[in-house]
């Protein structure tokens, strides 16, 4: 079961690790780029719920193994696919099964266990995906170091066949799972959509800072995904910092001073160029992982407050959410950069080829010395703009939470202790006189 969270955990940082060399080797163009993300991130968010709710109808347990069958045959498909569409297409079942795997093995997990430990099973749950996610960066970039770009992707397979043994050797029918009630929570008060800008940003960043530090940084393999470990690293700190400040203040002022946090780091960014040393980079990367994290605890924290006996559906929602975010920020930050790329390299090489117009790694498979100059030049320009465009989305993020004034989120920060009456039969004193209390009927 957990190794059926690992696998969400572990894709989420590993395909951007993939990127860089895919673009070099597969002769696609950028909005197949963008794709391989946001076709995985649209297709999880949007049939999450959906397919979630299955379970009540064919059995947790079957749901589970359906849906890690197709997680596994997209990775396969994904890391021997040559061209656009069979890769755009396997990442679509990617998403379907991921959508499957996530919801399903949490709801199956409370039936394994007596009750008094379900909170450190669903703990236990949580450090999987936590675990994947900061595995990603060095287990895909030890793979890029020694094998092809689809082996970020087919490593997903072996961790599905131990997933798929596990849960066939448990026992069927999913006695005591949770059932899938229907949503209670708000959808339109703040913590949903803030928790979507804020994994639209970071996921976005990851986009565009992956070829950044691959193409212009030549960072490669285990390099590559080192570099990434500031931003995880920050995430992690931020998600512990923002739960606790989130109960003392409330998580309005937490998500506020998390998108200020984000904000300054994508602001730096705004600085980078090709000779910016990694020190530099990584406090930016490390910055921008404490925003999000400080960010996402606090509307985490706020979600579960407007929905306090959902668990599990509040889970749903901020998944979906956020997945969907991820999608709207590949592509915003992405079309962004892409846009601004262009226009650079037009101006500095009128006849440049097609494929180096579409992308910074189609200009560095010309090997052509002026040409990836020129790319890598253009690809910081457009590194810049997308970091100017990420700072609007932080600010309406920062926004939101007073824009959408939800009373059913707010979090009180202390509960005042009741009064208690004076005791019958104690003395108390009021002002300078000394009152006593006789119990009724004394003399």
């Given at each position: 079961m957990v190794a059926s969270l690992l696998l969400i955990g572990l894709d989420t940082t590993m395909a951007y690790l993939a990127l860089p060399s895919l673009m070099v080797e597969l002769p696609i163009g950028d909005m197949a780029v963008r794709l391989v993300l946001i076709a995985y991130f649209a297709t999880f968010g949007v049939l999450l719920l959906p397919l979630s709710a299955l379970g009540d109808r064919i059995g947790q347990h079957r749901l589970l193994l359906a849906g890690l069958v197709l997680f596994?045959?997209?990775?396969?498909?994904?890391?021997?696919?040559?061209?656009?569409?069979?890769?755009?297409?396997?990442?679509?079942?990617?998403?379907?099964?991921?959508?499957?795997?996530m919801p399903t093995a949490l709801a199956l997990l409370p039936g394994l266990v007596d009750p008094s430990a379900r909170p450190k099973v669903l703990a236990g749950a949580s450090a999987a995906v936590i675990l994947g996610v900061c595995l990603g960066p060095l287990l895909g970039g030890w793979l890029l170091e020694h094998f092809w770009w689809g082996s970020v992707f087919l490593v997903h397979v072996p961790v599905v066949l131990l997933a798929l043994v596990t849960v066939a050797l448990l026992?069927?029918?999913?006695?005591?799972a949770t059932r899938a009630a229907p949503a209670r929570g708000s959808w339109t008060g703040w913590p949903i959509p803030v928790l979507g800008l804020v994994y639209a940003l970071l996921m976005g960043v990851l986009?565009?800072?992956?070829?950044?530090?691959?193409?212009?940084?030549?960072?490669?393999g285990l390099g590559l995904g080192l570099r990434l470990l500031p931003l995880v690293a920050g995430l992690l700190l931020g998600v512990a910092v923002g739960e606790r400040l989130g109960r003392r203040v409330g998580p309005r002022p937490v998500v506020v001073a998390g998108m200020v946090v984000l904000g300054g780091g994508l602001l730096a960014l705004t600085t980078v160029d090709a000779g910016t040393g990694i020190s530099q980079v990584a406090a930016i990367l490390a910055a921008a992982g404490v925003g999000s994290g400080l960010s996402l605890a606090a509307g985490l924290r706020a979600a579960s407050?407007?929905?306090?006996?959902?668990?599990?559906?509040v889970m749903r929602r901020t998944t979906a959410a956020r997945q969907v975010g991820a999608g709207v920020g590949v592509a915003i930050l992405g079309i962004t950069l892409v846009l601004r790329y262009r226009d650079r390299l037009d101006q500095a090489v009128p006849a440049a080829p097609e494929a180096a117009r579409d992308h910074l790694g189609g200009a560095l498979a010309t090997g052509e010395p002026a040409l990836q100059l020129a790319a890598r030049l253009?690809?910081?320009?457009?590194?810049?703009?997308?970091?100017?465009?990420?700072?609007?989305l932080a600010a309406l993020a920062a926004a939101?939470?007073?824009?959408?004034?939800?009373?059913?989120?707010?979090?009180?920060?202390?509960?005042?202790?009741?009064?208690?009456?004076?005791?019958?039969?104690?003395?108390?004193?009021?002002?300078?006189?000394?009152v006593g209390s006789r119990p009724a009927g004394g003399h």
């Open positions: 596994g045959a997209g990775a396969a498909v994904t890391a021997f696919a040559t061209t656009s569409v069979p890769l755009v297409l396997a990442r679509v079942v990617m998403g379907a099964g991921a959508a499957v795997v026992p069927p029918g999913g006695a005591g986009f565009v800072v992956t070829p950044y530090l691959r193409g212009v940084g030549d960072s490669s407050a407007a929905a306090p006996d959902d668990f599990f559906g253009a690809y910081v320009d457009g590194l810049h703009a997308a970091a100017v465009a990420g700072v609007v939101l939470p007073f824009l959408l004034n939800d009373r059913s989120a707010e979090i009180p920060t202390a509960v005042p202790a009741p009064e208690q009456p004076a005791s019958r039969g104690r003395w108390r004193r009021t002002g300078s006189a000394a």
